[in-house]
């Protein structure tokens, strides 16, 4: 169990006003008394379970970190914790997705919770943050509002790894004087850009964890995001915009050749690939593009080359690789897959893609340096994109100044990314669960593998300290042809808090998934620790108890 009394990295609250213990429980209404120095709590509220709530508990909203930016611009870190009457002696802390920018509800719920069984719902105590920014504090940014704060480094730094340092133990200090004593046991949970957050946290704050919940995480963030500058350009080389480029049955076909070249791998011809690992040598993309006199479950060649080119993903001219490889997977022709890379229902974006718009403004204003000041509308930000220079401006995800002592890389990757260990993090007794989706369109799960690899060849003991979960099927969060409903804060807390290291885990195909073969929902599946596949034994079709994981 941990209890961060040191200072953190950016210490924006005194230490001795974190180190003095708790003298006695400090009702709900009086939490403003007990406030470290800096922080103000602009809310104290008994809240009764309901529709704001699962259970009884006492939510304070709180401001600290409160200055004015280089760039004259009011900044402040801003949070919400939620302290149980029926404490269960556990503590999490629930890292952000996106651009963050919102005090997110801090429930800790979502993909790897199972719907309705909160980290809250289960007597957790829960704070989440804005991570030192406010999203919507600059409408005349039009779109590009929402990423501006790259402008500003301090924001930068808060948004990479300083906001999780400077709130954690301000957090454990509040939740140690509501209740009269220090957590049990200490946990940090978030999901793609929160995952990084989590990942950063292992080894920037080592001691600080128990144990780590980390799904699809954007550890590699900046690169990632050239990315989309690649898919635009390789998109618009084969369409006159990216909604018309590729149709959903186009898309579909692909997902089916994939289906038809490696669903029978498990040892059962269901509709679902199990075996997205094994299904790489497999399934030939070629093989879909059409040949001369066939016009049905093929594409044009030349977007089939298009697609190739995205699945192997952005190089500068000299051929050296900017990010990594896309696995070939069913999840090709889900709905996520398209909102990131092609189209969008939402009329303010002009029915543009993720990427195009909001994707665009945070390469542009927050992972390259210097930053790019782009206009908010959907037309300049994929402008932005179509102009990006694998040469030139690729490089400016490393690159520093002086305005900008630390690179985009330095300040929102891992420091170890390239050459992980974890050792610190394991020598404090520290426990890393990891699940990604295979078909995961904004993140590479080879990206993932790849760390999980190093990890492997760098840390013999590495599978004391982290595992890793494929997700078959998964786009970036539940969707697709995919077991996506699972329980692996329930194994976390077991492995930390038990010694039982984890093992496979069934997974649900949701009955309210259209994605799913209808034929399959409701059935369960197991995932397999990487890099295991699953492989079915005989017996009901229907159940994970019918399959081994080898």
């Known amino acids: 169990m941990h209890r961060l009394t040191r200072s953190a990295p950016l210490a924006l609250v005194p230490l001795l006003a974190l180190a003095a213990p708790a003298a006695a429980q400090t009702a709900c209404a009086d939490m403003g008394t007990a406030a470290p120095e800096g922080v103000t709590i602009v809310e104290a509220a008994e809240v009764a379970a309901g529709d704001e709530l699962p259970v009884a508990a006492c939510r304070l909203r709180g401001v600290m970190a409160e200055r004015t930016g280089a760039d004259g611009r009011p900044y402040a870190l801003r949070f919400e914790l939620n302290l149980p009457t029926d404490w269960s002696g556990r503590f999490l802390h629930q890292f952000n997705g996106g651009n963050d920018g919102a005090v997110v509800p801090a429930l800790g719920d979502g993909t790897g919770v199972p719907t309705g069984d909160s980290a809250l719902a289960r007597g957790f105590a829960v704070v989440s943050s804005d ?130 070249a490696c669903d029978g791998l498990d040892g059962l011809e269901d509709g679902f690939v199990a075996n997205p690992m094994a299904c790489q040598n497999s399934f030939d993309p070629e093989s879909v593009a059409c040949t001369d006199g066939q016009n049905s479950q093929c594409i044009a060649p030349e977007k089939m080359d298009a697609l190739i080119r995205m699945h192997a993903g952005p190089s500068n001219s000299a051929g050296e690789a900017l990010y990594t490889s896309w696995p070939w997977d069913t999840g090709i022709g889900s709905g996520d897959w398209r909102f990131w890379k092609l189209e969008s229902a939402i009329p303010p974006w002009e029915n543009q893609p993720l990427i195009a718009v909001m994707g ?126 699972f329980d692996l804060l329930s194994e976390l ?37 990487y890099p295991a596949e699953a492989a079915y034994q005989g017996g009901d079709e229907m159940s994970a108890d019918s399959f081994a994981c080898e």
């Open 360 to 485: 665009a403004g945070s390469l542009a204003q927050v992972f390259t340096t210097p930053p790019t000041m782009v206009a908010g509308d959907p037309a300049s930000l994929q402008q932005f994109l179509t102009e990006f220079d694998f040469d030139a401006d690729a490089a400016r995800v490393t690159a520093t100044s002086e305005d900008f002592p630390e690179s985009a890389v330095e300040v929102m990757t891992p420091p170890d990314m390239d050459e992980p260990t974890l050792e610190a993090f394991q020598q404090a007794g520290g426990k890393m669960i990891v699940f990604h989706g295979t078909s995961d369109p904004v993140f590479s799960f080879r990206d993932t593998t790849d760390w999980f690899d190093r990890l492997a060849a760098n840390n013999p003991d590495a599978g004391e300290v982290a595992v890793l979960y494929p997700v078959p099927g998964m786009p970036h969060g539940q969707g697709g042809t995919s077991a996506d409903e």
């Open 493 to 529: 807390v077991d492995w930390v808090e038990n010694g039982a290291a984890p093992e496979r885990v069934a997974a649900t195909v949701r009955a309210d998934n259209e994605e799913a073969p209808e034929a399959l929902r409701g059935a369960t599946r197991p995932l397999c620790l």
């Open 131 to 260: 991570a030192g920014h406010q999203g919507d504090a600059n409408p005349e940014a039009g779109l590009a509002g929402s990423n501006i704060f790259g402008a500003e480094f301090e924001a930068r730094r808060m948004y990479g790894y300083g906001a999780v340092a400077a709130l954690h133990p301000v957090a454990l200090a509040l939740t140690e004087a509501h209740y009269g004593r220090v957590p049990d046991y200490v946990y940090g949970y978030g999901r793609s850009n929160g995952g990084r957050h989590a990942m950063i946290a292992a080894e920037r704050m080592p001691e600080a964890f128990d144990g780590l919940l980390v799904g699809y995480p954007g550890f590699n963030l900046p690169r990632a995001a050239i990315q989309h500058a690649w898919d635009v350009q390789s998109t618009l080389a084969v369409g006159d915009t990216l909604q018309s480029a590729f149709s959903r049955e186009e898309l579909s076909t692909v997902a089916g050749a994939i289906v038809a």
